[in-house]
């Protein structure tokens, strides 16, 4: 047998074994003399996961033949900054295996083959050799880049960038800066076909083809910072403020158009203030929501006029599967029982046919219909995709309108938020006089003026109970 020399000892330490380590010791010398190297690498490996200092175990050995090998591996793993024990192991085993001639290394009396025991190492303890800087990790530092290359976290975050067209960490060297379709700035791959962008020579940067410069529409929530409620007379009496979102697509796809049709409303209706803010949403094709300021319904009645105009004409909302209506109120005056109301009024299955009537949707996906009665809790909500979403803390929001594009239809829907809420008032209605029917008499004759578009639009939408009209020119 060759005895194998050390290449140095930083310290000698002696300590007598306990049972555990005895145990282990006399395994790894049968082992040893057997020359069985999976297994034994294998009883190493177990060992060194229960002990937080496995050089220590090295200078345990006290058998003759054990001693050089059993000194190598501890001062190999002593000379190794690592706190894993595997990882430490793995690299003793390519020290020893760099540091020796193969006729000693792959000497049949050492019956070791070495790169058979870091191949099961590899495979059973969870490591793996970073392609970069060629050093072993656990399997829990381990990222796959471009390229297919098993890279570590730190070797990641110094030399790659997260592409997000191509959901994948790029080298830097590949990686450009570009001006994504929306506006936003990105980073891309260059060393691929960038058939979607081109060089812009002026910016000295790449361009999405479909960018059509500086964008009115916004990110998702881009506008939540920017609200200012708009005060009035109307707000002052009724001690209220309402918002309405309104989701529109593009009729060809085009986003080239979508853009410039926002850019057309954008103009005709904010001045000096701004009360209609664009955003995209993820729902959509190819469109954008148009979300209004917290304002009255006077004020609204005046903001949605562009809706009569041509500027709408490349539009689509009812005639989708995308497009919804939302109208939010505030919730600050509005009591427990009265919330409950209003929720059972509209969830309530007499009340069916006049929500589908006027909504022109029942119970679709984004605004579903649950069985709801007074008293259970249902003023407090904990879905956001109900017909009536209580999860926000400032209003409650209106989901059951598909959307429209006609004036009338917008209108009649903010007017009936408003007029539910007076009508579910405690003072007003009773727990047992939640019917369309009662409500419809309520507005006639106690809201007539904040109902007028609200009750011609039902007039026209219903002829009797019965009959249910289910077209919408937009």
């Known amino acids: 047998m060759h005895v194998l020399k050390l290449p140095y000892i930083s310290r000698h330490i002696s300590l007598l074994p306990s049972p555990e380590q005895a145990d282990f010791i006399n395994r790894f010398c049968d082992f040893y003399e057997r020359g069985d190297g999976r297994r034994l690498f294998r009883e190493i490996t177990a060992m060194l996961s229960n002990y937080t200092e496995p050089e220590l175990l090295g200078f345990s050995f006290n058998r003759a033949s054990l001693k050089s090998f059993a000194r190598l591996i501890a001062v190999e793993c002593e000379s190794r900054d690592y706190h894993l024990p595997q990882i430490m192991l793995r690299h003793a085993t390519h020290g020893i295996a760099s540091s020796y001639v193969p006729d000693v290394m792959d000497d049949a009396s050492t019956g070791y083959d070495f790169d058979e025991c870091r191949d099961y190492l590899d495979d059973t303890v969870g490591v793996f050799t970073c392609d970069d800087c060629e050093r072993v990790f656990h399997n829990n530092d ?12 730190s070797c990641r975050d110094d030399h790659y960038t997260y592409c ?51 964008s009115v529409i916004g990110q998702y929530h881009s506008s939540k910072n920017q609200f200012v409620m708009r005060h009035d007379d109307w707000t002052a009496k009724h ?61 609204l009645r005046n903001l949605f006029q562009f809706l ?17 209506l939302h109208v939010h109120v505030s919730r600050s005056n509005l009591t427990p ?83 539910i809420l007076e009508f ?21 004759n106690k809201m007539p003026a904040d109902t007028k578009v609200l009750r011609a639009y039902i007039s026209s939408r219903l002829s009797g109970r019965a009959e249910l009209l289910d077209q919408e020119a937009a």
């Open 142 to 153: 381990y990222c796959c880049v471009a390229g297919d290359r098993s890279v570590c976290e």
């Open 164 to 214: 997000d067209e191509d959901d994948e960490y790029v080298h830097n060297d590949d990686v450009s800066e570009a001006i994504s379709r929306y506006g936003n700035r990105i980073y891309i791959n260059t060393n691929r076909d960038n058939y979607d962008y081109s060089y812009d020579e002026d910016r000295e940067i790449y361009i999405h083809n479909d960018w059509v410069g500086d």
């Open 239 to 299: 001690y209220r403020h309402i918002g309405v979102e309104l989701e529109v697509e593009e009729v060809d796809g085009d986003t080239r158009n979508r853009e410039a049709i926002a850019k057309s409303i954008n103009e005709a209706v904010n001045g000096d203030e701004k009360n209609l803010f664009f955003e995209r949403d993820g729902s959509l094709t190819c469109g954008f929501e148009m979300i209004s300021n917290p304002m009255s319904l006077p004020a």
């Open 308 to 324: 009569n105009s041509h500027l709408v004409k490349d539009l689509r909302s009812h005639k989708t599967t995308t497009c919804g």
């Open 337 to 419: 029982l009265q919330i409950q109301k209003v929720v059972a009024f509209i969830n309530a299955p007499e009340n069916e046919w006049f929500i589908r009537g006027l909504a022109r949707r029942y119970g679709a996906g984004f605004c579903a219909i649950r069985d709801k009665k007074i008293g259970k809790g249902i003023h407090v909500g904990t879905d956001r995709y109900e017909a009536v979403n209580l999860t926000n803390r400032r209003t409650i929001e209106f989901r059951i309108f598909k959307g429209s594009l006609k004036y009338e239809a917008v209108i009649a829907a903010i007017e009936f938020c408003h007029a």
């Open 424 to 444: 579910c008032r405690p003072a007003v209605t009773g727990i047992n006089q939640l019917s369309a029917g009662a409500f419809l008499s309520f507005c006639a």
